[in-house]
């Protein structure tokens, strides 16, 4: 969060995910992201020209696949430090034991780790004034949050559904509690089959899944719905009678980033 005396000028002292305050000296001009979501929110905010590396899993849009690579899950530390960049965009949890490695090279690195589609607005709005793009981050915020407020309302009016978000079909994998998909699921006004699964993306009873009747399946592959629709036991429940097994690319409801919004009005038109 940004000192309220701070925000227009450099240098800006900003507070990260981890607590800790981060001096952003000027303007960034060489942005290392170590994470796909940062990626995303980055070229989302124009910022394409200033992203000097990324990592293998950035795939999104196609020209951040053209950018050099600084690893994987793993990154690199002396190749982040060979592109020079006045700032690197880590993940809190997924790089926390890379970002004490990068910044003992005296490379300054904000974090973030939102766990709430608002902990993404806010940190897209965050981004957006430590990088010289506030007008462009607020009205990418403000979009965001006219598509979470317009399917809240929409949704509400229609009929509940049970719904149930397949990783894996076979054996069974989907998202739990303290996901993207499970707030999602809340705000399209139906319930998460697996509510009492533990956080995250989990293993869960194939058994309690079919005595709970899903109405609509959610999955990332197609090759899922032949394996519900021939499968004896899952033929028996409403979404595979009904034909509501659906597919929706798993990064538009699983990436901390702005193509949220989209995922969350493919999810609401998927329970009609």
């Known amino acids: 969060m940004l000192a309220p005396s701070c925000q227009a000028a450099y240098p800006m002292r900003v507070k990260d995910a981890r607590g800790k305050t981060i001096v952003i000296k000027a303007k960034p001009v060489r942005i290392v992201s170590l994470a796909p979501s940062n990626t995303e929110i980055l070229f989302a905010l124009g910022l394409d020209s200033r992203v000097v590396g990324v990592t293998k899993y950035c795939d999104y849009p196609a020209a951040a696949k053209k950018k050099p690579?600084?690893?994987?899950?793993?990154?690199?530390?002396?190749?982040?430090?060979?592109?020079k960049?006045?700032?690197?965009?880590?993940?809190?949890?997924?790089?926390?034991?890379?970002?004490?490695?990068?910044?003992k090279l005296g490379l300054t690195v904000f974090a973030i780790d939102p766990k709430s589609i608002d902990q993404?607005?806010?940190?897209?709005?965050?981004?957006?004034?430590?990088?010289?793009?506030?007008?462009?981050?607020?009205?990418?915020?403000?979009k965001m949050e006219a598509v979470v407020a317009s399917v809240k309302t929409a949704r509400a009016k229609k009929p509940f559904r049970k719904v149930l978000v397949v990783v894996q079909a076979n054996p069974l994998w989907v998202?739990?509690?303290?996901t993207f998909v499970d707030e999602m699921i809340s705000i399209v006004h139906a319930k998460n089959v697996a509510y009492d699964a533990r956080p995250g993306f989990v293993t869960f009873s194939r058994e309690l899944a079919i005595s709970r009747n899903p109405d609509v399946i959610i999955t990332g592959v197609f090759s899922d719905i032949a394996y519900f629709?021939?499968?004896?036991?899952?033929?028996?429940?409403?979404?595979?009678?009904?034909?509501?097994?659906?597919?929706?690319?798993?990064?538009?409801?699983v990436r901390a980033g702005p193509r949220l919004a989209e995922g969350l009005k493919k999810l609401a038109k998927m329970l009609d």
């Open 69 to 83: 690579k600084i690893g994987d899950m793993t990154v690199s530390v002396e190749s982040v430090a060979a592109l």
């Open 85 to 103: 960049p006045d700032l690197v965009l880590a993940h809190a949890f997924l790089n926390d034991t890379d970002i004490p490695r990068l910044e």
């Open 120 to 142: 993404v607005i806010r940190d897209i709005r965050t981004i957006g004034k430590i990088t010289a793009r506030p007008r462009t981050a607020d009205s990418l915020a403000k």
């Open 175 to 178: 998202a739990g509690p303290k």
């Open 229 to 253: 629709t021939k499968s004896p036991e899952w033929r028996t429940i409403n979404a595979v009678k009904k034909n509501r097994v659906r597919v929706i690319d798993s990064d538009l409801i």
